[in-house]
């Protein structure tokens, strides 16, 4: 029990941590609304497991001993959140006034396949999480019990604090979406945005193993 709450404590201030998935959530929840940007939590969720899973399995041991595929994974991350940057900080009406129905944001600008996809490439593509997984969860299993029912007991506590953290930030954005009427204060969120997300591709290409 005492492992499972400093696991719990150590994934809780990884997921409310800035980060690329933290700062997409935020962008997602003030361009289309909570309903929209809910895509986009469940496509950086499935990049969760799949990470986590791989983690288990020994593949990511696999990709960290070879040099070559895990600096391809870094100039491929790296590159995805630059391009994300460049196209949010060029984008024009990203936070401008979207007509409101009801509670909700209508917006028809992006399908729900296509943000699901964009959180899910922001996940996979960061070697950072690569790294945190391989170093996290196997340091909570123990070979000798029943690593399923390990894993799972992990994955679950992990998987909710994190749709809980990324749900927050859409849901505390798409709020603030509503009272944003200055479109100069809109442009300089999405330049704001543009630019963080640029930092973290620049950053990811310079990480060490």
Same mark, same amino acid.
């Given at each position: 029990?005492?492992? =499972?709450?400093?696991?719990?404590?150590?994934?809780?201030?990884?997921? +409310?941590?800035?980060?690329p998935?933290?700062? %997409?959530?935020?962008?997602?929840?003030?361009? =289309?609304? /909570?309903?929209?940007?809910?895509?986009?939590?469940?496509? @950086?969720?499935?990049?969760?497991?799949?990470?986590?899973?791989?983690?288990?399995?020994? $593949?990511?041991?696999?990709?960290? #001993?070879?040099?070559?595929?895990?600096?391809?994974?870094?100039?491929?991350?790296?590159?995805?959140?630059i391009? %994300?940057g460049?196209?949010?900080?060029?984008?024009?009406?990203?936070?401008?006034?979207?007509?409101?129905?009801?509670?909700?944001?209508?917006?028809?600008?992006?399908?729900?396949?296509?943000?699901?996809?964009e959180? +899910? $490439?922001?996940?996979?593509?960061?070697?950072?999480?690569?790294?945190?997984?391989?170093?996290? +969860?196997?340091?909570?299993?123990?070979?000798?019990?029943?690593?399923?029912?390990?894993? /799972?007991?992990?994955?679950?506590?992990? /998987?909710?604090?994190?749709i809980?953290?990324m749900?927050?930030? #859409?849901?505390?954005?798409?709020?603030?979406?509503?009272?944003?009427?200055?479109?100069? *204060?809109?442009?300089?969120? @999405?330049?704001?945005?543009?630019?963080?997300?640029?930092?973290?591709?620049?950053? *990811?290409?310079?990480?060490?193993?």
């Open positions: 029990m005492v492992e =499972y709450i400093i696991f719990l404590s150590i994934s809780a201030a990884t997921s +409310f941590s800035p980060g998935a933290v700062f %997409l959530s935020i962008r997602n929840g003030a361009n =289309y609304g /909570l309903g929209k940007a809910f895509y986009g939590v469940l496509g @950086n969720t499935s990049g969760i497991i799949l990470l986590a899973t791989a983690s288990v399995l020994g $593949l990511s041991t696999i990709i960290l #001993a070879s040099s070559a595929l895990f600096l391809g994974i870094k100039i491929l991350g790296g590159c995805y959140l391009y %994300l460049i196209k949010i900080w060029s984008s024009k009406n990203s936070f401008e006034a979207i007509p409101m129905e009801g509670d909700q944001i209508a917006s028809e600008t992006r399908s729900n396949l296509s943000i699901y996809r959180g +899910f $490439l922001v996940c996979i593509t960061n070697p950072k999480a690569i790294v945190f997984f391989t170093a996290l +969860f196997p340091q909570f299993i123990d070979p000798s019990e029943n690593v399923t029912a390990q894993f /799972l007991t992990l994955m679950i506590g992990f /998987l909710i604090q994190s809980f953290c749900t927050s930030y #859409a849901a505390l954005s798409s709020k603030l979406h509503i009272k944003l009427g200055n479109t100069d *204060i809109a442009r300089w969120l @999405n330049k704001i945005t543009g630019a963080i997300f640029v930092v973290f591709g620049a950053a *990811i290409m310079k990480l060490n193993r």
